[in-house]
């Protein structure tokens, strides 16, 4: 890992964020106003070069306990994504393992095809019947 010495402990890059976000199965990187954007069948992750820091699409739930167990790493975004789970990591300040969970925890959402999601088994197709004639 390429974690940079600082603040008296180690570090993570923009660099190496990316990195574990483009080497997760099924993700693919574009472009999202500026930012690294990763995405699998929505985005899980953006990557801020220029601010240090990743924002991550957790559940309200994880964002809660990553706030508790890092708050100097994980803040809550300022807006009604942020009340969605929309996270921000400052890499300045994050446990890298933390990190790495709650990389994998947005992963794992995106991964799910929302198209699946909650849905039961289809249904076998059944024959229609004609209209009635009036007459």
Sequence with gaps: MAWVSGLGRD?????????????????????????????????FATVWHDLNAV??????????????????????????????????VNLDFVDPEQFKEALRCAWAHSARDPRRAGK???RAKTKKKGRRQTT
């Design 120 to 122: 039961a088994q289809p």
């Design 11 to 43: 570090m993570m890059t923009t660099r190496e964020a990316a990195r574990m976000a483009a080497g997760l199965p099924g993700a693919r990187m574009r472009d999202h106003f500026g930012s690294d954007a990763f995405y699998v069948h929505q985005i």
């Design 55 to 88: 924002n991550l699409n957790l559940i309200p739930e994880e964002q809660r306990r990553f706030l508790l167990v890092d708050g100097e790493g994980f803040s809550q975004i300022p807006n009604a994504w942020g009340r969605r789970g929309w996270t921000r």
